[in-house]
């Protein structure tokens, strides 16, 4: 175990190490879940990556002299080739829907009525592990196929037919016109939710099924009163996640009057070619950098001892009582509202970070464009950076639990079943090496936020006059890449709290 030191009587290292044990379920941890020392100080690393960034600054601004979205040549039209027509892409649209609803219906019955252990039952591990996570690195390399998949569309789309069927006449509009200003705010307040729940939920099936059909019921409400269009563009957590992701894959589709147009770019080009919609697009963006920033963050032993070491001996223990064991409640309950309240802080520190570091590049040469037209331009290229962070927090996830998914479907509701013949394979649990997993995570993030920069520079080619302009407006930029990466790192690097 980390070894706890914290200031004052030994009672105060008592109630530390209980918050340690105690205060986070940590059931998705992001890292090694033990201490590892690094082969070479933290600071060393550091230094390379800023190096690694500044060098491909330079070489950006010298070789980059346009952005790929003005080439005529950026994308290859897949759709004229046989392999790439999608004529019919409505049908294969249900298919897909009506193949995903099956999972779906199965973890809400397994958490329903399959026993109550997290690793013993279906729904846990293929909603967390399966479709979050799976999906996301998925949809990062194939396009945004949760868009023509999404179960929870087809649900909607079906009760609307059903509904038209039984009063014997075409189906109305929706009930409600969805309202400009309303944007992504939606989809926000979802998302906020959705990474509470992971943080500070009670990670039973019975809970996910519980989530899970409240969640049905809220989706298919929001797409009878505004249209499913309507909805699941702008409103629905998971169809915006996964289309944001999707900016960043070589495949993209677009929709058209006679199926499905599949376009080949390179990886990441498509990701600056569109601004952010609005405000709420970008805090959305935000949010997805901010709240894995901060969920690695809040299992470090550091963050920890704010709250449980220095705010309680500061002030805390007069309020609550001076006797560490019989203030562990009281604490334990601080412990919520106090990470509760940060992480609905994190997308608004991260907006005001952003905002400031976009209004000094403006006026570093003095551009006459907008200051919100700047900040909108530049807030896709923020997307490799989440997409790195999201993979080096929770891609162990599939090698050590992903895996069980092969024994859970023979048994599913964790009864003895052996339906495939599957429920005794991958016995073992896969434990990754801790240095090679330190490693790809700093080579991930550093490339992530290299890829930002060369992005970025493709935008700023975009909208101001010259490559030098471009290239001096980048840099505070670079700075802002520069402490990102620096404190990307430094999480990673901090032992865990609570073993993940």
């Not at 909603?127 to 990062?140: E, M, P």
């Not at 209004?359 to 896709?380: D, E, T």
Request: charged share 10%.
């Amino acid at each position: 175990m980390i070894p706890v030191r914290a200031p004052g009587n030994s009672g105060l290292r008592t109630l530390v190490a209980a918050a340690i044990a105690c205060a986070s379920p940590a059931v998705f941890g992001h890292s090694f879940g033990r201490v590892y020392n690094l082969p070479v100080p933290f600071w060393m690393y550091a230094w390379g990556a800023t190096g690694a960034l500044l060098a491909s600054f330079v070489v950006v601004a010298y070789v980059v002299t346009r952005s790929p979205a003005a080439s005529a040549s950026a994308a290859v039209d897949l759709t004229r080739l046989r392999a790439g027509r999608w004529r019919h892409g409505r049908v294969w649209s249900r298919a897909l829907q009506t193949l995903a609803a099956i999972p779906l219906a199965l973890c809400i019955a397994t958490g329903l009525w399959g026993v109550d252990s997290p690793y013993g039952n279906f729904n846990l591990t293929a909603f967390w592990i399966v479709f979050v996570l799976g999906l996301t690195y998925v949809t990062a390399m194939t396009g945004d196929l949760y868009r023509v998949a999404n179960p929870w569309r087809g649900l909607a789309d079906l009760g609307a037919a059903v509904t038209s069927r039984l009063r014997r006449r075409p189906a109305a509009g929706p009930a409600l016109r969805y309202p400009v200003w309303l944007g992504y705010w939606p989809a926000v307040v979802q998302y906020l939710a959705f990474i509470w729940l992971e943080l500070f939920g009670q990670h039973t099936p019975r809970g996910l099924a519980a989530c899970l059909l409240v969640y049905t019921g809220i989706t298919l409400i929001g797409a009878w009163l505004f249209g499913s269009r309507a909805w699941f563009r702008y409103a629905d957590v998971f169809a915006v996640f996964f289309r944001q992701i999707a900016r960043m894959s070589p495949l993209q589709w677009t929709d058209r009057r006679n199926g499905q147009r599949l376009e080949l770019r390179w990886p990441f080009a498509a990701t600056a070619d569109r601004p952010a919609e609005s405000l709420s697009a970008l805090v959305f963006i935000l949010l997805m950098l901010s709240s894995t920033a901060f969920d690695g963050l809040s299992d470090t032993l550091a963050w920890r001892r704010v709250l449980w070491a220095d705010l309680y001996n500061a002030g805390l223990k007069h309020w609550i009582g001076d006797n560490p064991l019989a203030a562990f409640p009281a604490m334990r309950q601080i412990d919520r509202w106090w990470n509760s309240a940060w992480l609905l802080a994190s997308p608004w520190i991260y907006l005001a970070v952003y905002a400031a570091f976009v209004w000094l590049s403006g006026r570093v040469v003095r551009a006459q464009i907008a200051f919100r037209r700047l900040a909108l331009a530049f807030a896709p290229t923020l997307l490799p950076i989440a997409l790195a962070y999201h993979f080096t927090h929770y891609y162990t996830l599939l090698q050590t639990q992903g895996v069980k998914i092969i024994q859970l479907v023979s048994d599913p509701f964790g009864f003895g079943w052996n339906l495939f013949g599957t429920a005794d394979w991958m016995q073992r649990t896969i434990i990754p090496d801790a240095g090679t997993v330190w490693h790809v995570q700093v080579g991930l993030i550093v490339l992530g936020h290299i890829i930002s920069v060369y992005l970025a520079h493709c935008v700023a080619l975009r909208l101001f006059g010259t490559r030098r302009e471009a290239a001096i407006s980048q840099l505070p930029m670079l700075v802002l890449m520069i402490g990102l990466t620096a404190s990307g790192l430094w999480i990673l690097s901090q032992p865990l709290a609570t073993a993940g």
